[in-house]
């Protein structure tokens, strides 16, 4: 044949190079840094870790952290400046209720009320019952039981047959009682009450952990009580004394039951009449009978 070049191909060598030849880069090995114990701590500083994508659940992991090796100085100083830069609205930050209630306990640990009371203060659009139950409990330590009381009547309505909601009422007024026996009068009430509610429900007591914390429980509530009684308690007085008072306001066909005079004649001017007129009218309405939801049997789980 004259001319094979019609059926000459030039191919490059590297065409008929076998997958055995290729030389395929060396990966270096990969570990997540999550899986490394304390990841979360490593960040330059507070504002540029917090406008990372991912940076606000970094700096709130190491602030769960701190909190639950008891290191409180630091998870309140982490968790003072999360809250400053979610505040300034130059970082992603859906809400810091959370940041905020452990910044709040690590105030109280740290025996700074003030601090603890300014966050306490802060606007909050969230009713939920634990952050009621905070306020609750930390309100009183700043000295400002009215309010701590006030935020308790608000999570009673939430839940209704709560016995440890009756028992945190009773050692406010316990523990505020300055010689006043008004108070004591309540708090004899409502620890009561808090027994009424826990001894009425039906415990799984054949299992053995459900026992225990139901003794365990039941003693802590009768040792208040005891306490209570020492001090001379007694909600009869207390009821009686509401009576009285009704009657002396009831003016044509409206009844009053409290006045703010009322209140201060009894050393109880620090808090609000709805909230002691609401810790009368329930443990009235529930002295004699029992709800039909109080007899209810309760699962191991809401114990």
């Known amino acids: 044949m004259a001319d094979d070049a019609p059926f000459s191909f030039d191919f490059d060598d590297d065409v008929f190079v076998t997958k055995a030849e290729r030389i395929i880069p060396k990966q270096a090995p990969y570990t997540a840094k999550e899986e490394t114990d304390g ?7 507070y504002e540029s870790l917090m406008l990372e994508r991912h940076g606000p659940n970094q700096l709130k992991s190491a602030i769960e952290h701190d909190y639950l090796h008891k290191r409180y100085e630091q998870a309140l100083k982490s968790a003072l400046e999360y809250i400053s830069l979610a ?32 966050l306490l203060d802060r606007p909050q659009s969230c009713t939920e019952p634990g952050n009621l139950l905070v306020q609750a409990r930390v309100y009183p330590l700043c000295g400002r039981p009215g309010d701590g009381l006030s935020a308790l009547i608000r999570y009673h309505k939430l839940r209704r047959l709560d016995y440890h909601g009756w028992h945190l009422l009773a050692n406010i007024m316990h523990n505020n009682n300055n010689n006043d026996d008004m108070q004591n009068h309540i708090a004899h009430a409502a620890i ?14 054949s299992i053995d952990h459900v026992r225990r914390r139901y003794e365990r429980e039941l003693e802590q509530l009768q040792t208040l009580l005891q306490k209570i009684v020492d001090h001379q308690g007694n909600s009869e ?10 009657k002396d306001n009831q003016t044509g066909e409206e009844s009053v039951l409290l006045s ?18 609401y810790i009368y009218t329930t443990c009235i309405k529930h002295q004699d009978h029992l709800d039909s939801e109080e007899n209810e049997t309760r699962n191991v789980k809401d114990l």
Do not use: P
């Open 39 to 45: 990841w979360f701590h490593c960040y330059n500083d």
């Open 87 to 118: 505040d300034s609205g130059r970082c992603k930050v859906t809400t810091n209720r959370e940041i905020t209630e452990i910044a709040i306990h690590c105030a109280v640990r740290c025996d700074r009320f003030d601090l603890a009371e300014q």
């Open 192 to 205: 009561q009450r808090a027994i009424k509610i826990m001894t009425a429900s039906q415990w799984a007591l």
């Open 237 to 246: 007085s207390f009821f009686t004394w509401i009576q009285q008072q009704e």
């Open 260 to 277: 703010q005079e009322q209140l201060r004649s009894q050393g109880l001017e620090m808090f609000n009449i709805d909230d002691i007129e």
